[in-house]
């Protein structure tokens, strides 16, 4: 009688699913699954040097490709190494696959060696977890954990898997059946809208007369771009992004005023300040675009389009909620006589163009990536000032072209979140943009790029300090620079070489022209801009604050 | 404040009541009681979550539950809704004062489960006010315990 090992039905059951790369690091419990994966054809596995490494890969891997992104670990330290990537997928709606090992049944809840209570510790940062008992159940849960992960408003689902059910037989024939049974239908997220909310809809849009759209990472989640972009084609409206929703619109688009929120442009900010109407597709509200609650479009009804019913309200309230999938949703209203006579409204914004910088700093070297940057790459950032200076003046072209930790804004994401979309992308050139600050947070990723032969450009905005954080305390803490100068960081280049990636040193504004030659090269590269500690991201509003406290510059 | 309740019925499987209670703990809200047991079909597990919650709290903690995976139901209670509570209360008493008792207990019509020398546990049913209220005369006397269950609920009619 043939037989299969729990561990192997693991790697059956991802393939039957269509996984086709998956990044891990090994350790005592997952070791049948590393066993299994040892000559096991159809699944290519990318390994970390950190989980968090593998957990943001997997992250970048999902947010570029748009499939969920699988990662597996082993249990204690493994799987809670892990915790801040579930986190990081989790506040940007990512749908992610998180297997983790588990000591086995026998020793569960007895502190035994290498065991945490994993379930416990991500269950308010997963849509759901698993802890699999039977190893019957071991290819249902898998198949509804990796549908549940991308079903309605998508989110990281861990499966953790005690090393006795890996280890467990059982009849092969038994376990085909249960690979091709259908599992139960989930029935979560279901559209709750009704025809009058449409027509609603209607007669907010045509009786106002200076609306705005709003765009968020749900538009890029639930496939509507082109929905979104026909109803700004049709009805002129001014249209804002927020930081999740970058690259739906870009430069080119005439009446796309660009990002809105904390770091977002003046123009942006004041469409949502004056505007009469704010339609809200995919977004949430975050307190880094809302700041002050009770002054937020103070003069505006707000039309919320979102699938899930629990974001209605939660932080601002709206005056016409519909909840369903925004696609279905934008079609409908793409049908009704809407309005279109927004010219003069849109006319009074007049976006800034940046000017030209003289000195090498964040603006210039964006501006020449600008130059250089077409559709066939990818940016991906880690967190801080380099990551709002680059959603401010990148121009970003295509949706999923630009990757960036938003809700958690997790430093260290850049670098593996950048190996995770170059998988994912072959065909793409990625560049990941991150502070010094970030990278030496998940440096020792580095080795992935030669080990996969990754040919990722990483860029770093060296500005020898923690650069937000130096920010906050120059404006709101009378400049008492407390630990954010990092006046002794390592020598990046000699960092790469020593985990065989070339690199460079750029230290004046005219090398960095450098950077076409560079970009446009097929080897993974490693390039030390250096900047000044002293330039800050504008414009600002203050946290809590509203639009009428931008700061502006210095 | 005004008590309010929700009924949720989860999949009965190990760990559910962590899930909720997480929900609760991440937002800072506090749960007054909750009881939970078996539902019906037996597959599921039935609470009933008491808070002194407003309005926005209430749709709130509804709006997040409902999301869970292992939630299949879930709704607030009106306040014409079916409410009971179950409290034991053990006693130290004398002659006297076990007479005394024994009469209140009659026009509660509670019941005595466990008698000992110098001890009575008492067994009462009721909704918030009957309950509260035979606390309130009781607590003339000795206690030395007192374990509530917290408030099951159910709507009446034929709906859920």
């Known amino acids: ?554 | 404040m005004e008590a309010k309740r929700i009924l949720l019925v989860m999949k009965n499987k190990p760990g559910v009541l962590n899930k909720i209670s997480g929900l609760f703990q991440k937002r800072g809200i506090n749960i007054e009681n909750i009881t939970a047991g078996e539902g019906y079909p037996e597959e599921t597990v039935r609470m009933t979550i008491t808070g002194f919650w407003d309005d926005y709290t209430l749709n709130q903690v509804i709006v997040q539950a409902e999301k869970l995976f292992d939630v299949e139901f879930i709704k607030s209670f009106s306040k014409e809704s079916v409410l009971r509570e179950l409290v034991l209360v053990k006693v130290q008493v004398d002659s006297k004062s076990r007479q005394e008792l024994l009469q209140i207990l009659d026009i509660y019509r509670g019941s005595v489960v466990d008698v000992g020398l110098e001890s009575l546990i008492i067994e009462i049913t009721g909704d918030i006010g009957k309950i509260d209220g035979f606390l309130k005369l009781v607590k003339n006397f000795n206690i030395l315990e007192i374990a509530r269950t917290g408030v099951s609920a159910m709507t009446r009619g034929l709906g859920v």
């Open chain 1, 1 to 554: 009688m043939k037989e299969i090992t729990g561990a192997k039905i693991v790697l059956e059951t991802l393939k039957y699913l269509g996984v086709k790369d998956i990044f891990g690091y090994p350790g005592g419990a997952v070791i049948p699954i590393y066993d299994a994966l040892y000559d096991f054809e159809g699944l290519q596995h990318y390994m970390a040097r950190h989980e968090q490494g593998a957990v943001h890969s997997a992250d970048g891997y999902a947010r570029t490709k748009k499939v969920p992104g699988v990662c597996l670990a082993t249990s204690g330290p493994g799987a809670t190494n892990l915790v801040t990537g579930i986190m990081t997928a989790h506040m940007d709606s990512i749908p992610l696959l998180v297997i983790t090992g588990q000591v086995s049944t026998s020793f569960l809840g007895k502190d035994s060696f290498q065991e945490s209570d994993i379930i416990g510790i991500t269950s308010p940062i997963t849509k759901n977890n698993y802890l699999v008992r039977d190893i019957f159940q071991l290819p249902d849960i898998l198949k509804e954990a990796y549908i549940l992960s991308k079903h309605g408003r998508p989110g990281p689902v861990l499966v953790d898997i005690p090393k006795n059910i890996q280890e467990q037989k059982i009849d092969y024939d038994k376990f085909k059946n249960l690979l091709e049974k259908d599992i139960k239908k989930i029935n979560k997220f279901k559209s709750l809208y009704e025809e009058n909310e449409i027509l609603e809809f209607q007669k907010l849009f045509n009786s106002s007369k200076k609306p705005v759209l709003v765009v968020g990472g749900g538009v890029l989640n639930g496939d509507c771009v082109k929905e979104v972009r026909e109803f700004v084609e049709r009805t002129k409206i001014p249209v804002v992004s927020t930081l999740m929703g970058l690259g739906i619109f870009n430069k080119d688009d005439e009446k796309y005023f660009g990002m809105i929120g904390m770091h977002g442009l003046v123009e942006a900010n004041r469409a949502v300040d004056e505007c009469d109407l704010l339609i809200c597709v995919g977004m949430r509200f975050d307190d880094r675009i809302v700041g002050d609650k009770s002054k937020f479009s103070p003069n505006s009804k707000k039309i919320h389009i979102e699938i899930d019913r629990a974001e209605i309200n939660k932080n601002i309230l709206v005056d016409l909620p519909i909840v369903g999938d925004a696609k279905d949703i934008l079609k409908q209203t793409l049908e009704l006589d809407l309005k279109d006579d927004f010219e003069t409204w849109s006319e009074s914004f007049k976006r800034e163009d940046v000017t030209d910088e003289k000195d090498l700093n964040q603006i210039s070297t964006l501006n020449m990536l600008n130059e250089i940057l077409d559709e066939r790459y990818i940016v991906v950032t880690d967190v801080g000032q380099h990551q709002m200076f680059t959603a401010q003046h990148l121009d970003i072209k295509k949706p999923f072209q630009f990757c960036t930790s938003g809700g958690a804004g997790t430093m260290g994401y850049g670098l593996p979140a950048a190996i995770g979309a170059k998988v994912a992308n072959p065909d793409k050139k990625v560049i990941a943009i991150l502070g010094d600050g970030g990278f030496q947070m998940n440096q020792q990723e580095l080795i992935l790029l030669a080990q996969y032969n990754l040919p990722v450009k990483v860029l770093i905005f060296n500005n020898g300090a923690l650069g937000m954080v130096k920010q906050w305390q120059e404006l709101f803490n009378n400049k008492r620079y407390s630990s954010v100068i990092l006046d002794i960081n390592p020598d990046f280049v000699k960092l790469a070489n020593a985990h065989y990636v070339e690199g460079e040193k750029i230290e004046n504004i005219h090398n960095l022209k450098r950077l076409k030659d560079i970009l446009e090269d097929d080897n993974p590269y490693l390039v030390d801009i250096q900047m000044s500690y002293e330039h800050n991201v504008y414009p600002i509003i203050p946290a809590g604050k509203s639009f009428e406290h931008t700061i502006g510059g210095e």
